[in-house]
Structures are given as C-alpha cells and as structure tokens.
C-alpha cells in the first residue's frame, strides 16, 4: 500500500521560501508521475503542479507559475516543491500524489496528512 509523506511546510513572510518534500513508499516510484495540490480552507482542493516520470516534463497553475518549481529524485522516491515569492494566497495545506497523467493530473491513490503553509506577516 502507497504512503506519502509530506513535510517542510511552515509560517512565512510574504516574499519568503519554503522547500516542501514528499517520500512515497510501497510503489514503483520511478514509474509514475507526481503531482502537488493545496487545498485552502473553505476552498476545493487545486491542482498545484505536475512533474513527469522522467522529470523532463512539468506543468504548473497560472497562480504559481514563475514562483514555484516542481522537482523529484528518483533514488529516493521524492517529490519536491520549491515555493519562492509566497503570497498570503499560497496559504494552504500541501498534498502530493502519485498521479496519471501531468498535463490534467489524476490522483492514484489516497491522500497523505499533508503540509500546512501559512504566509502572513
């Protein structure tokens, strides 16, 4: 059975970092395309970025891009998300998932306790 794990997140200023990491076990990690998502308080769940097998192909939200990068290391069935430039809208909990498809991603299976990222001064 597929467990992700998600850290990194945290309370930061607007115009501040974070870098937030996933470890998926129990799957063939390298074999499938990974995605983030945040979900907002009172707010659905939005795809945040993608990032193919290979690593090569990534897509991003609107709202994100130019801000945010999507990476992942296969040797240590990781999924990264480096988030520069937060605004108080970035605020969130953080989830990844092993996903079919990176352009409209699908999730596979189930979520994760996720990351909560707050930006506020």
């Known amino acids: 059975q597929v467990q992700l794990v998600e850290s990194g997140g945290g309370l930061v200023q607007p115009g501040g970092s974070l870098r937030l990491s996933c470890v998926a076990s129990?799957?063939?990690?390298?074999?499938?395309?990974m995605a983030w998502y945040r979900q907002a308080l009172g707010k659905q769940r939005e795809l945040v970025a993608s990032i193919s097998t290979s690593g090569l192909n990534t897509n991003y939200a609107d709202s994100v891009k130019g801000r945010f990068t999507i990476s992942r290391d296969n040797t240590k069935n990781a999924v990264y998300l480096q988030m520069n430039m937060l605004k108080p809208e970035d605020t969130a909990g953080y989830y990844c998932?092993?996903?079919?498809?990176?352009?409209?991603?699908?999730?596979?299976?189930?979520w994760g306790q996720g990351t909560q990222v707050t930006v506020s001064s």
């Open positions: 998932n092993i996903v079919r498809g990176t352009m409209t991603p699908v999730p596979l299976v189930n």
């Open positions: 129990g799957s063939s990690f390298s074999l499938t395309a």
